[in-house]
Nanobody, 122 residues
Framework: VQLQASGGGLVQPGGSLRLSCAAS????????MGWYRQAPGKQREPVAF???????NYADSVKGRFTISGDNAQNTVFLQMNSLKPEDTAVYFC?????????????????WGQGTQVTVSS
């Protein structure tokens, strides 16, 4: 499965951006999709995830400001980012975890999309 991310850009503090991540059609059953981010000089960190059942999870730093949603029919997840802060500046990476049904032992996958730059600056 391949992931195609889009939606990054430059925004002023307090502004909003929406990221999208579309997974290509494949035989993989995706269990979780979401976003990590990596700021300059820092480690990559998780931001938000959503399970195939629609359960979201957020890093404490983005709770109340970011909302993740999914469209299972299109294998796409969206990250609505509001009230952006300069510390949200980073390259955002889409990630998907899943498995190939019918395989034994079960074959799991963990795949990454290309990064998309989010810059929050006045």
């Amino acid at each position: 499965v391949q992931l195609q991310a889009s939606g990054g850009g430059l925004v002023q503090p307090g502004g909003s951006l929406r990221l999208s991540c579309a997974a290509s059609r494949s035989s993989v059953s995706i269990s979780v999709m979401g976003w990590y981010r990596q700021a300059p000089g820092k480690q990559r960190e998780p931001v938000a995830f959503i399970t195939s059942e629609g359960t979201p999870n957020y890093a404490d730093s983005v709770k109340g400001r970011f909302t993740i949603s999914g469209d299972n029919a299109q294998n796409t997840v969206f990250l609505q980012m509001n009230s952006l802060k300069p510390e949200d500046t980073a390259v955002y990476f889409c990630n998907a975890e899943g498995y190939y049904p019918g395989t034994y032992p079960i074959r799991y996958i963990n795949t990454w999309g290309q990064g998309t730059q989010v810059t929050v600056s006045s």
